[in-house]
Nanobody, 118 residues
């Protein structure tokens, strides 16, 4: 069974930074490289929303609310997807989910909680 596992969440003060990581179980490099990877988040009482995603053309796409603060990246050698989050605000508090699309199949992780609070 395919699993996506997120890590790196936690409690951070406003203005701080966190880096989230996402790994998929039993994935070969060709699948990793050809998958469309993204990060979503769901705040309490709100719908899940796209935060950042690699498009089919390869370039990243960001939600307006995180542009200039968040960066999605991937390490092909380690087969890990990252989300670097800087200048965090309480509005960024949410459960962050990793998402993968490949060959018509979609996979989700269980999420990692990010809490921004003083």
């Amino acid at each position: 069974q395919v699993q996506l596992v997120e890590s790196g969440g936690g409690l951070v003060q406003p203005g701080g930074s966190l880096r989230l990581s996402c790994q998929r179980s039993r994935i070969i490099l060709s699948v990793f490289s050809s998958s469309i990877w993204g990060w979503y988040r769901q705040a309490p009482g709100k719908q899940r929303e796209l935060v950042a995603q690699f498009t089919s053309s390869g370039g990243p796409n960001y939600a307006d609310s995180v542009k200039g603060r968040f960066t999605i990246s991937k390490d092909n050698a380690k087969k890990i997807i990252y989300l670097q989050m800087n200048s965090l605000t309480p509005e960024d508090t949410a459960v962050y989910y990793c998402n993968s699309l490949w060959a018509g199949s979609e996979y989700w992780g269980k999420g990692t909680l990010v809490t921004v609070s003083s």
